[in-house]
């Protein structure tokens, strides 16, 4: 990925991560829906990807943080689909979640992401991406 590209995803959190931060200090304390800790988990999330995005002595640290943040997610979801089904287990209707749904989830998000969190490299897509990784650069799955 182009280092300007990586700029560009790093500016984008960074601007959401204040943008959210706006407006957990502008709701006034006692209403109802006021969002609670769980808003600075997803700040901190973005604020992470945008260090991955940096070039830093704390970018392989970052990006197994968010590995395992995104596996943690994904095999949650999994877990609470085997759980407590959806009565739908071959789609999902109107907008809820099915178990079809969740194990496609951890196969294209959660291996590759716990992949990251327990080795610090992205993995190697030889055979599956030749199509779309540049002929010249970085070789794919290089260390941080």
């Given at each position: 990925?182009?280092?300007?590209?990586?700029?560009?995803?790093?500016?984008?959190?960074?601007l959401s991560a204040v943008g959210f931060i706006?407006?957990?200090?502008?709701?006034?304390?006692?209403?109802?829906?006021?969002?609670?800790?769980?808003?600075?988990?997803?700040?901190?999330?973005?604020?992470?990807?945008?260090?991955?995005?940096?070039?830093?002595?704390?970018?392989?640290?970052?990006?197994?943080?968010?590995?395992?943040?995104?596996?943690?997610?994904?095999?949650?979801?999994?877990?609470?689909?085997?759980?407590?089904?959806?009565?739908?287990?071959?789609?999902?209707?109107?907008?809820?979640?099915?178990?079809?749904?969740?194990?496609?989830?951890?196969?294209?998000?959660?291996?590759?992401?716990?992949?990251?969190?327990?080795?610090?490299?992205?993995?190697?897509?030889?055979?599956?991406?030749?199509?779309?990784?540049?002929?010249?650069?970085?070789?794919?799955?290089?260390?941080?």
């Open positions: 990925m182009g280092r300007g590209f990586r700029m560009a995803i790093a500016l984008f959190c960074i706006a407006i957990q200090f502008s709701i006034p304390a006692g209403v109802e829906g006021t969002p609670n800790g769980r808003i600075w988990v997803f700040i901190a999330f973005l604020l992470l990807i945008a260090v991955v995005c940096f070039e830093s002595p704390l970018r392989g640290i970052a990006a197994r943080i968010v590995g395992a943040m995104v596996f943690t997610g994904c095999l949650g979801f999994l877990v609470s689909e085997i759980r407590n089904p959806t009565p739908v287990a071959t789609g999902a209707q109107d907008g809820k979640e099915s178990l079809l749904y969740s194990i496609m989830a951890f196969i294209m998000f959660g291996a590759p992401c716990a992949y990251l969190a327990f080795t610090g490299r992205y993995p190697k897509w030889r055979y599956l991406g030749t199509s779309v990784r540049k002929k010249s650069g970085n070789p794919p799955g290089r260390r941080f």
